[in-house]
């Protein structure tokens, strides 16, 4: 993202290079132009470039959302949502602005209505005292697919946590 190539010093990367194979995610943040930032999940890197920049980076299988928000003179021109999981290595992916090399994309939400409601369930999950990181993928595309179509998500429940950390340990 930097554009500079990748040193390495006895077959290891220096201490400010990403570790291999994580997913990386440029964040941006110019006040009332351009905000893109991370709602939940756990880096496991983090780069500052300069004052506006940052690039933050997530382990293979862990979830994470990205928002973006854009603005010209006229007002929004752009709000999205993207909840992702972290692809391992081999895995296929999908391509998303920003994000390196991809992932598997969960939930995509634009529009700031549809963006507001989506935080709305993150909140929620947040409110059962649950990492929203941590909660079934599953219920994520849920929330995308019931979004998409203009209806209301069903709740995240503690029963369907457990339910998810159980099949979690029989299906890795």
């Not at 409110?127 to 219920?139: E, I, V």
Request: hydrophobic share 40%; no cysteine.
């Amino acid at each position: 993202m930097t554009g500079q190539p990748t040193r390495r010093m006895g077959g290891r990367p220096l201490p400010d290079e990403p570790p291999p194979f994580i997913t990386l995610v440029e964040l941006t943040f110019q006040k009332q132009k351009i905000e893109h930032w991370i709602r939940f999940g756990h880096k496991t890197y983090e780069h500052i470039l300069d004052r506006r920049r940052s690039i933050v980076g997530f382990a293979p299988g862990s979830i994470f959302a990205f928002v973006r928000w854009a603005a010209s003179d006229f007002g929004t021109i752009l709000s999205r949502i993207d909840i992702v999981r972290a692809v391992r290595r081999g895995e296929p992916f999908q391509t998303l602005p920003f994000v390196r090399p991809g992932g598997d994309i969960l939930l995509r939400i634009d529009g700031w209505p549809r963006v507001q409601r989506a935080l709305a369930a993150i909140d929620a999950v947040d409110a059962l005292g649950l990492d929203p990181a941590d909660a079934s993928p599953d219920h994520w595309r849920h929330v995308h697919n019931r979004l998409a179509t203009g209806l209301e998500p069903n709740i995240y429940t503690p029963e369907r946590h457990a339910a998810w950390l159980r099949r979690r340990r029989i299906a890795p």
